[in-house]
């Protein structure tokens, strides 16, 4: 087998590769949309709770001030009937439900912020799971149309030099696609020998450039 014949054989076999991995993160994508619907039902669903305690809260609240003017009024009868014994304890029983009253405001307080909260959460969730479908369709759109350029490229050329060279522009293509799936990916190249000399080669001329500076400007004090 020549090497171009391999060469050939190796860019049919990452193609192959890539498309099937490309399968796991569709998967991966509708079981977080998934994940996210479900989410969202429970938020919901725990707004509803929320709802329903802050309604059980407006009628106690509502209960315990007509009770607390009720013991205002006694008290008051009960001074103009000359009955201080019974006044006093009229504004005694009010006292304890006003502290009761006060109790439950605060509860009231907390559970409108935190209704506020899972208002929030439930539009946010809302955006990111429209947004999350949106990206499912593109992602499953160019799948597609690199699955389809595949198998026409595959019917049109055969193993020769070329093919396995022009095959490059599927596999980069193909990566463009997995990269961009939530980002659940990361297929960076590692560097080349070229890369690595080109970095070296730029941080020497730093360097260089770092030291003539550093002798500029220390003649620069010495003639001072």
Do not use: C
Request: a negative charge; hydrophobic letters at 45%; zero cysteines.
């Amino acid at each position: 087998m020549g090497v171009f014949s391999r060469i050939s054989d190796i860019v049919n076999s990452n193609i192959n590769a890539i498309l099937d991995r490309a399968q796991d993160p569709e998967k991966i994508i509708r079981l977080i949309i998934q994940e996210m619907e479900d989410t969202l039902v429970e938020v919901r669903s725990s707004a509803v709770k929320t709802i329903a305690e802050q309604k059980e809260l407006d009628r106690r609240m509502a209960a315990i001030a007509k009770d607390v003017a009720d013991w205002q009024g006694k008290a008051e009868l009960a001074l103009v009937k000359g009955r201080e014994d019974l006044a006093k304890g009229a504004l005694q029983i009010k006292a304890r439900l006003q502290q009761e009253l006060a109790g439950l405001e605060h509860r009231r307080g907390q559970v409108e912020a935190g209704l506020a909260k899972q208002g929030e959460d439930v539009a946010a969730l809302q955006q990111k799971l429209a947004d999350a479908k949106a990206r499912e369709a593109v992602m499953a759109a160019r799948h597609k149309t690199a699955t389809n350029r595949l198998k026409l490229r595959g019917s049109l050329y055969d193993e020769r030099v070329g093919d396995a060279f022009a095959r490059f522009d599927q596999v980069e293509r193909a990566l463009d696609e997995l990269e961009g799936r939530v980002d659940i990916y990361d297929l960076a190249k590692p560097k080349g020998v070229a890369d690595e000399l080109a970095e070296l080669q730029s941080d020497h001329q730093v360097e260089s450039e770092l030291a003539a500076l550093k002798a500029k400007l220390a003649g620069t004090g010495e003639a001072h």
